[in-house]
């Protein structure tokens, strides 16, 4: 089975800063890769996803992830963290070929400071 | 378009006590998810419907959980007699069709259950 781990628990940044939150998962065929972002008060949603192709995927509201196949990591960047940023953050994984069985890592909360 | 909804958003109930949650998805999604939630963790999911088929239940603790579709769009989890380590927030989510990699599921705004 499938296992998604998240180093971070909570991370405090300043406005302007460069984010990097890691996520590395255990499977051993090909995978889909996730990341959700939940807003204080509101849903899940999807932030980026990657399916196969260009291992550096972009998303909404500046984020970007890479997936490193040797490293089984699929790390999400922003380069400079805005106070509406703050959220908690979710990096989860399907086996490949289906969106079904999400299996998600613990989350990372972000602290954006203004 | 409408999102998932789901109700009732909070409920408190005593252990042993039955509850009931409610989610209907967003229109002609054909695959619908149920998800725990427990404090400080990520979503675990409990089972998952395909229409009115259940294509996932092995996360689901039958002893005490139980969940229907049974007209293919909206959706009903019981859990019957709850447990202390039973509260969490539930989510539902939906998407268009399983085993088609590219669809998103979609979540709803779940439903924090406390028991005491």
């Known amino acids: 089975a499938q296992s998604v781990s998240q180093h971070n628990h909570h991370v405090i940044l300043s406005e302007a800063a460069s984010l990097e939150l890691g996520c590395n998962y255990s499977y051993g065929g090909t995978v889909n890769l996730f990341w959700y972002v939940q807003y204080p008060g509101q849903h899940l949603q999807l932030l980026l996803k990657y399916f196969s192709g260009d291992p550096l995927v972009k998303g909404i509201k500046g984020f970007e992830a890479e997936f490193i196949k040797s490293k089984f990591s699929f790390n999400l960047r922003k380069p400079s963290v805005q106070w509406s940023d703050t959220a908690e953050y979710f990096c989860a994984v399907t086996p490949g070929g289906s969106n079904y069985k999400l299996t998600f890592g613990k989350g990372t909360l972000l602290t954006v400071n203004p | 378009e409408a999102g998932v909804a789901q109700s009732p958003r909070y409920k408190i109930i005593e252990k042993r006590q039955s509850v009931a949650f409610w989610c209907n998805p967003i229109s002609g999604h054909a695959t619908l998810y149920w998800y725990q939630q427990i404090l400080g963790q990520g979503p675990k999911l409990l089972i998952q419907?395909?229409?009115?088929?259940?294509?996932?239940d092995s996360q689901l603790p039958k002893d005490r959980f139980s969940a229907e579709r049974l007209k293919g769009v909206d959706s009903t989890l019981k859990i019957q007699p709850a447990k202390l380590e039973d509260s969490a927030v539930y989510l539902c989510a939906s998407s268009l069709i399983l085993g088609q990699g590219t669809n998103e599921q979609y979540f709803g705004p779940g439903t924090r259950l406390t028991v005491t």
């Open positions: 419907f395909q229409n009115n088929g259940v294509v996932d």
